[in-house]
């Protein structure tokens, strides 16, 4: 169980906790040094790292030959670094690897979305969310490279409205236009976020 003051501090703020929780325990860790290397989909078998000096030796004696994952959130470790050993010891930082992964997930979580056309019921979030993961966990989704992807900066909801604003929803699988949101609100769409109660899921209440 996810500390709420480490997601208050650290998780990304596109994301609800309940959401936040529900992605470290589906394809996370609970152990922050935790270092999973994988190679041809086969799992390699790694010593327990003890230290933040034992994680970042695993890591570099992997890193470029197998899929690297680590931390919390089990970040690919590779992203965004040329070299092993331009690796940085926050990737097994709590904080540090809450905060990158949940950003990335948020993205992953885009990119899914837009694949099934932002559809703005509830009721479809929890499949979103499902591939989402297995997206995380295999680094693609429906052939595009999840982590090296563009971001396409869609929430899967519009900011929240009060029910006597909220436009209606599509008809005929066209995605109505919150014709009151101004310019910018939607060009902002990184900081809109993803607000949608997983509540539901997992037998939370």
Not at 13 to 28: R, T, Y
Not at 114 to 128: A, L, R
Not at 161 to 166: F, G, K, P, V
Not at 177 to 193: C, F, I, L, N, S
């Amino acid at each position: 169980m996810l500390d709420a003051a480490l997601i208050k501090e650290c998780a990304d703020p596109s994301l609800k906790p309940a959401i936040v929780e529900q992605f470290v325990m589906a394809a996370g860790s609970g152990d922050p040094l935790a270092v999973t290397v994988k190679s041809g989909g086969r799992l390699i078998l790694v010593p327990k790292a003890t230290s933040t000096e034992e994680a970042m030796a695993i890591m570099r004696q992997y890193a470029g030959q197998a899929v690297v994952r680590v931390g919390l959130t089990q970040f690919p470790a590779e992203v965004g670094v040329k070299e092993p050993a331009d690796l940085k010891p926050d990737l097994v930082d709590p904080c540090q690897n809450l905060r990158k992964g949940t950003a990335m997930f948020a993205k992953v979580l885009r990119i899914v979305a837009k694949w099934y056309g932002n559809p703005t019921s509830k009721d479809v979030f929890p499949q979103i969310f499902d591939d989402a993961v297995y997206a995380w966990k295999t680094g693609e989704f429906e052939g595009v490279s999840v982590f090296q992807a563009e971001d396409p900066g869609i929430p899967i909801e519009a900011p929240q409205q009060s029910d006597e604003t909220r436009p209606a929803e599509s008809v005929d699988g066209e995605e109505a236009t919150p014709k009151h949101v101004q310019p910018e609100t939607m060009q902002d769409v990184r900081h809109a976020g993803i607000r949608i109660d997983l509540s539901r899921i997992g037998g939370q209440q």
